[in-house]
């Protein structure tokens, strides 16, 4: 397992060499988007208008942080479950979204569109939300204001700890659960 | 007949709210311990490890331990020597997860199904209400995450499945999650009831301590003997491979129709947080 330090945006030749299993800390800017964004997100591509950040070279957090306490520019900011994005991701891909932060599977569609467009799915530690927060250096709310956790924000983070989940050649990370010794099979 | 007022509820609970959101039990991070000592795999163990220093922050830093503050659920037993003045109980707990939510800096996680607007301040609240002998007011409170909410379910299983069927619903359900509800989780099961009743007693037996054990050896035995089988699976800490898929399995028992096996999977994550105060 190999261990390597990325700046945001990313590109073919930041994702081609991770492999499953690979440690990252990112560093630069990502966005927060989760269930409610992601479709305000595929209505504006529908109507053909500009979204509200460039999606080339982009990475989305799957993240819908508790509020900022005075003196820290966020709260508890671990990932959520990632499958709920699917239907929307690899349409994201394909127009440049080069890497997605969360946890858990994802589907077929898009661990293939991982592989069609060079791109990556990072896990962050699920229920670490205090100790992923001392990565996040600064947010701010860049567009749906209305969705409260669910805006889009802008987030600065440095050395963000990452582990490669799906990489852009196929492979997998996660245990394929041993039903035979648990007695189901 | 005993007086509790009403503003006492309120800040009961909207202290409870708080403190189970920002400290972990012992009683988990107990667990989470004893799991960091028994697996061997280094990415098992760094994710425990993450986890334990998660909660020392939090702690320190009165940060929430996971954004996913939860819905704010209750199980409020009252005691039938004890009476409530100066307002409504079920609106003094709403009261109190609301200036919880709000003082706290929790995340407010409550949305209109259909149009997902948020109500903005975290209720309602989800109140099971008991009533009990005595003269006091007990109020549990957990808040249940949405991740490991979604990959719970109900079934009606044939009473001729019997331990065997329970058993291996219980452990595909939990392969079927795999990574998703945050393992090393807690499973709360109910069997038996109805439909509705056993998906309540399982989430009522999460409110139990996770080092506690069940007072009837039988069902303690099963809870055990699922434990094992569970953790057989490999899924491991956040589902990177491991011996520890649960921390724990709790279960209820209760009567049920002659035509049916209710059964109830209450998937918890690692995060277990739970309070209760005695007013």
């Known amino acids: 397992m190999a261990e390597y330090k990325l700046t945001t945006p990313l590109t073919d030749a930041d994702i081609t060499p991770l492999k499953a299993g690979d440690v990252v800390f990112l560093t630069g800017t990502i966005y927060s988007a989760r269930d409610a964004a992601h479709k305000k997100l595929v209505e504006l591509l529908d109507k053909g208008e500009d979204l509200p950040f460039d999606l080339q070279g982009a990475a989305i957090y799957y993240v819908g942080p508790s509020p900022a306490p005075p003196g820290r ?7 959520t479950t990632s499958y709920r994005m699917d239907s929307y991701a690899p349409r994201l891909h394909r127009l440049g979204l080069k890497a997605t932060i969360g946890k858990g599977k994802r589907n077929d569609e898009t661990r293939k569109a991982l592989q069609d467009h060079t791109a990556v799915y990072f896990g962050a530690t699920g229920g670490a939300g205090a100790l992923l927060s001392n990565s996040i250096k600064a947010s701010e709310v860049i567009a749906f204001e209305e969705l409260g956790p669910e805006a889009i924000r802008k987030m600065t983070v440095e050395d963000f700890p ?6 852009s050649h196929g492979q997998e990370l996660y245990a394929v659960p041993d039903r035979k010794a648990a007695g189901i099979e | 007949m005993r007086i509790i007022h009403t503003n006492d509820i309120v ?68 005691g039938d020597e004890a009476r409530v003045e100066g307002g409504n109980l079920r609106d003094a707990i709403n009261e109190g997860a609301r200036k919880g939510y709000q003082e706290g800096y929790l995340r407010k996680s409550a949305c209109d199904p259909f149009t997902r607007a948020n109500t903005g301040d975290g209720t309602p609240a989800i109140i099971h209400f008991d009533f009990v002998p005595g003269d006091k007011l007990r109020i549990v409170f957990m808040a249940k995450g949405g991740g490991s909410e979604n990959m719970s379910r109900v079934t009606m299983l044939a009473p001729a499945q019997g331990w065997e069927g329970i058993k291996k619903y219980v452990i595909e359900r939990v392969a079927e999650a795999g990574p998703n509800p945050c393992p090393p989780t807690v499973l709360g099961i109910g069997i038996g009831g109805t439909f509705d009743h056993a998906a309540k007693i399982a989430k009522k037996s999460l409110m139990r301590r996770l080092d506690d054990t069940h007072p009837d050896p039988e069902i303690a035995a099963k809870e055990k003997e699922l434990e094992e089988a569970v953790n057989r699976l490999g899924i491991g800490p956040m589902g990177l491979g491991g011996k520890t898929t649960v921390l724990s399995v709790k279960m209820t028992v209760e009567p049920c129709h002659l035509a049916s096996l209710p059964l109830a999977v209450n998937v918890q994550c690692h995060s277990q947080r739970h309070e209760e105060v005695v007013l």
């Open chain 1, 162 to 167: 990452l582990l490669v989940i799906n990489d």
């Open chain 2, 11 to 78: 800040n009961a609970v909207a202290r409870m709210c708080v403190k189970a959101n920002t400290e972990l039990p012992d009683d988990v991070r107990n667990k989470l311990s004893q799991a960091m000592e028994e697996e061997t795999s280094p990415s098992a163990r760094e994710v425990l490890r993450q986890l334990l220093e998660n909660a020392d922050l939090a702690a320190e830093t009165k940060l929430p331990l996971c954004q996913d503050t939860g819905l704010a659920v209750f199980f409020v037993e009252v």
């Open chain 1, 73 to 79: 520019p966020i709260g508890a900011a671990g990932p």
